[in-house]
C-alpha cells in the first residue's frame, strides 16, 4: 500500500491520559499535514511540516498537542492531558512541495475521550 | 476555524438523478479540491481544479472553479448508490506558508435505489 497510513484507527482514552498517533506518508512526499476533524463537520488545519521542520500551526494547537517528524519521513501527534473536547477525529496528509500537487489524506485515528 | 460556506448541507435524492453542489468564499484561493468522504474514512481526493474558469471532468464528476476565483461548484450525473458519502470542498492558497486547506463543512448525499 502506497498511500498514507496513520495508526491506531481507533483510540478510547481516559481524560487526563496522554495519547500518541503515528502517520507515515506517501513515501516522496516532503510535505506533511494533521488536521482535526469534529463530527458533522470539515477538517481543520492543525499544523504542516516540510521534511523534519515544522513551520506552521494553527491557534487550534493548543500547548497539550505537540507534533514532530524527526526524520523526515513519520510523524507522530501527541496529546497530553486529554480532555473530553479532544474527542475528534485526527487526519494526516501528504503532498509534495511543488505547485499544483493535491493532499492526499489517510483513514484518520478517531480519538474518544471518556 | 474558518471553514468555506457548501452548500446544500444534505440532499436525499433518487437514483439515476443529477446532483449540483457548491462553494463559496470571501477569500481568493489559487486551488479548488472537492473530496468525498465516507464513515470511518479520511478524505479521498476527487478532482483538482487550478484555474479560474477551469472546467474538470472525472466520469460523471464535473467541478468548475469560479472565474472570480471565490467559488466552485461539483456535479454528478445519473447518480448511483455508491455516491452515498460526504462531500466536501477544499481551497488552497498557494504560498510559501505551505499550502494548508480550507474545507467546507459538507454537504451529505444520499441516493435512493
Known amino acids: 500500500d502506497t498511500g498514507v497510513s496513520q495508526n491506531p484507527r481507533h483510540k478510547i482514552t481516559k481524560r487526563g491520559q496522554n495519547v500518541t498517533f503515528r502517520c507515515d506518508p506517501i513515501?516522496?512526499?516532503?510535505?506533511l499535514y494533521w488536521y482535526r476533524q469534529t463530527l458533522g463537520q470539515g477538517p481543520e488545519f492543525l499544523t504542516y511540516?516540510?521534511?523534519?521542520?515544522?513551520?506552521?500551526k494553527s491557534r487550534l494547537l493548543s500547548d497539550r498537542f505537540s507534533a514532530e517528524r524527526p526524520k523526515g519521513s513519520f510523524s507522530t501527534l501527541e496529546i497530553q492531558r486529554t480532555e473530553q473536547g479532544d474527542s475528534a477525529m485526527y487526519l494526516c496528509?501528504?503532498?509534495?512541495?511543488?505547485?499544483?500537487?493535491?493532499?492526499?489524506f489517510g483513514q484518520g485515528t478517531r480519538l474518544t475521550v471518556v | 476555524g474558518q471553514q468555506l460556506n457548501q452548500s446544500p448541507q444534505s440532499m436525499f435524492i433518487q437514483e439515476g438523478e443529477d446532483v449540483s453542489m457548491n462553494c463559496t468564499s470571501s477569500s481568493i484561493f489559487n486551488t479548488w479540491l472537492w473530496y468525498k468522504q465516507e464513515p470511518g474514512e479520511g478524505p479521498v481526493l476527487l478532482i483538482a481544479?487550478?484555474?479560474?474558469?477551469e472546467l474538470t471532468s472525472n466520469g460523471r464528476l464535473t467541478a468548475q472553479f469560479g472565474i472570480t476565483r471565490k467559488d466552485s461548484f461539483l456535479n454528478i450525473s445519473a447518480s448511483i448508490p455508491s455516491d452515498v458519502g460526504i462531500y466536501f470542498c477544499a481551497g488552497q492558497l498557494l504560498n510559501n506558508a505551505g499550502n494548508m486547506l480550507t474545507f467546507g463543512g459538507g454537504t451529505r448525499l444520499m441516493v435512493k435505489p
Open positions: 513515501s516522496e512526499h516532503n510535505r
Open positions: 496528509a501528504s503532498s509534495l512541495t511543488s505547485m499544483n500537487t493535491e493532499a492526499f
Open positions: 511540516f516540510q521534511n523534519e521542520a515544522q513551520l506552521e
Open positions: 481544479l487550478y484555474k479560474a474558469g
